[in-house]
């Protein structure tokens, strides 16, 4: 069901993914427990339709629960958490809410770097986003600083052996 939800997301048919990713969160609720961290990817899918349909409070209320999740069965210093940081930034910052935005991008932005080491590939997507964020706010130096350190990380070559998909 996941899978023709997000084929319907992806062929930007929102109205029809969204009935399919609510049934997706409880079937997954029910079958691991609201504890799950399982639960919270389907509760970012869920959120990020949410948001493309412009029901901000549903999706924001969405993206926090799965941070809550993943927070207290992962620990705060995951790289999932770091990920679910990063998404509740985004949609702050695509939302008009830069404030809010900002704390979540440095802390998604410190757990990658404890977690993965300051020049990985992790840090990248956040880098990328969080200089957009302070693009946005006129905050040039601090962007172009970001941007550089993303320069950087890409121009390095990949370490041997590093798994695909990594940095996610």
Known sequence: MRNLASLYAAEG?????????????VMRQNALGPASPELAV???????????????????????????????????????????????AYFYATHGR?????PLYQRALRIRERAAGPNSPALTPTLKDYAALLH???REKEAQALEARMAAIQSEPA?????????R
């Open 13 to 25: 048919r929102y109205a029809e993914a969204e009935p399919l990713f609510e049934r997706v969160v």
């Open 42 to 88: 389907s509760l970012t899918d869920l959120a990020g339709i949410y948001a493309l349909l412009g029901k901000s409070a549903q999706a924001e209320s969405r993206y926090r629960r799965a941070l809550e999740v993943r927070e207290r069965a992962l620990g705060s210093s995951d790289l999932r958490v770091a990920t679910s940081l990063h998404s509740l």
């Open 98 to 102: 830069p404030a809010d935005a900002e």
């Open 136 to 138: 946005a706010s006129g």
């Open 159 to 167: 370490p041997t052996g590093s798994a695909p998909g990594a940095s």
